[in-house]
């Protein structure tokens, strides 16, 4: 991803805080423990009522076969932006491989950078896992009312396969569920997902489904 500087602005307390990220420069690496009070806090902006706790979080990173990676900003725009030192995790996602098909777990991203390819990455990551690990499809649930996130997973080569009703609670909404066989296909490479950034979608049950980017 390429960068352009982001305008920063002042809250209340005087921290400096992103107000616009055009164009951020983002790296990918394994979510850690020390990461799970912002992946949290994350939760909570994206998923309200549905996000998970501590606990959630915990055994769901403990589970067999779970793989999770998040995104930070780099490069000298986030420096302007954050400061020297470390860097707040602005995306995060997570892959559950059971030794045959892959299941997307979730997929966050920062409000103040969707729109922008972290969640494109970040599917992309979990895709190319996938891959290493030779599943023979990837697997996912998406709201259905969640137009860009179909959008982009249909980019992807994800089709639909199924309708799970009342899937995501508390909302009370239905999912598609989605397969990507990656026998047949490969990554996409139009790079106008940048202004498809799916809506966040609660978790149901401590299994969030791979929908916000």
Request: proline share 8%; aromatic share 8%; hydrophobic share 40%.
């Amino acid at each position: 991803m390429s960068t352009e500087r982001p305008a920063a602005t002042q809250d209340p307390a005087g921290a400096r805080t992103v107000q616009h990220v055009y164009a951020p420069s983002c790296r990918l690496r394994p979510l850690r423990s020390a990461d799970f009070d912002r992946v949290l806090e994350l939760e909570r902006v994206l998923f309200g009522a549905g996000a998970w706790t501590y606990g959630m979080l915990a055994d769901e990173l403990a589970a067999l076969g779970r793989w999770y990676v998040v995104a930070e900003p780099t490069g000298p725009d986030a420096v302007a932006v954050y400061g020297p030192g470390p860097k707040p995790v602005v995306g995060y996602a997570g892959l559950w491989f059971d030794g045959d098909v892959a299941q997307v777990m979730t997929i966050g991203v920062d409000p103040y950078y969707q729109r922008h390819g972290v969640g494109r990455a970040l599917l992309e990551a979990l895709i190319e896992r996938a891959r290493t690990l030779r599943a023979g499809a990837v697997l996912l649930e998406v709201r259905v009312d969640n137009g860009p996130a179909l959008a982009l997973y249909e980019r992807f080569g994800f089709e639909r396969i199924g309708l799970r009703k009342r899937y995501y609670q508390p909302e009370d909404k239905d999912a598609f569920t989605m397969r990507l066989d990656l026998a047949a296909t490969v990554a996409p490479e139009d790079p106008g997902t940048r202004d498809q950034e799916p809506e966040p979608s609660a978790p149901d049950g401590g299994t969030p489904a791979g929908d916000a980017a």
